[in-house]
């Protein structure tokens, strides 16, 4: 199985914390990233997980457990421009595949 | 800083007409992709390539589809035959090492494919 399940939309306030939360199922699992697009335009990388634990980016958080096949994106001190689509992707080695996406909307 | 450049951004094309998207990934960088997003959907895998040929496709890169890099620097896809299913936006995406040891690809602005 290839699916990644995350929430289609999340709405959160200027400077509070969001937190979007992923699974995934578990063939081919080498890693977990999180990718950002605003408005249709070009997926930016934001974090990878490979490993257990939480790897911090700035205002951008990511954690995964491999154990629980779950991951999170973790979003601080939110900003207006935070507003897009967060979509996280299973590294299967040689490509990427993507969830859904999250549709976050920050509210001032 | 080096991007991954591609073009047209917009093409609107006939359904069975040919179409060739092109793509200019970053200069030092050896993995090379394919996705596609319909309007609204995800980003989904089609092809990735290495060392001159597909390391891996999807099942949507069937026959009307092919890779090929002509040159030192383009990367292009071709769709031979188009579908009215085959519109969406089309993003290359390239890579220093293979994705399992940083996850990390650079995609361009992608180029919107139009079927009527």
């Known amino acids: 199985g290839q699916s990644l399940e995350q929430p289609s939309e999340v709405t959160a306030v200027e400077g509070a914390i969001v937190q979007i939360n992923c699974t995934y199922q578990t063939s081919g699992f080498y890693g977990l990233s999180w990718y950002q697009q605003h408005d249709g335009g070009a997926p930016t990388f934001l974090s990878y997980n490979a490993l257990d634990g939480l790897e911090e980016t700035g205002r951008f958080s990511s954690f995964l457990s491999r154990s629980d096949s779950y991951g999170y994106l973790l979003l601080q001190e939110l900003q207006m421009k935070d507003s897009a689509s967060y979509f996280c992707a299973r590294d299967q080695g040689g490509k990427l595949i993507f969830g859904q996406g999250t549709e976050l909307s920050v509210k001032p | 800083e080096p991007e991954v450049t591609q073009t047209p951004s917009h093409q609107v094309t006939q359904m069975g007409q040919e179409v060739i998207l092109r793509c200019v990934p970053i200069s030092n960088h050896l993995y090379f992709y394919w996705y596609r997003q319909i309007l609204g959907q995800k980003v989904e895998f089609l092809v990735s390539f290495y060392n001159n040929e597909i390391s891996e496709k999807s099942e949507i890169f069937d026959d009307q589809f092919s890779v090929e890099r002509p040159d030192g620097s383009n990367f292009t896809l071709k769709i031979r035959s188009t579908k009215l299913e085959d519109s969406a936006m089309y993003f290359c995406?390239?890579?220093?090492?293979?994705?399992?040891?940083?996850?990390?690809?650079?995609f361009g602005e992608g180029s919107r494919l139009t079927v009527l």
């Open positions: 995406a390239s890579s220093r090492e293979e994705q399992g040891q940083t996850g990390e690809l650079f």
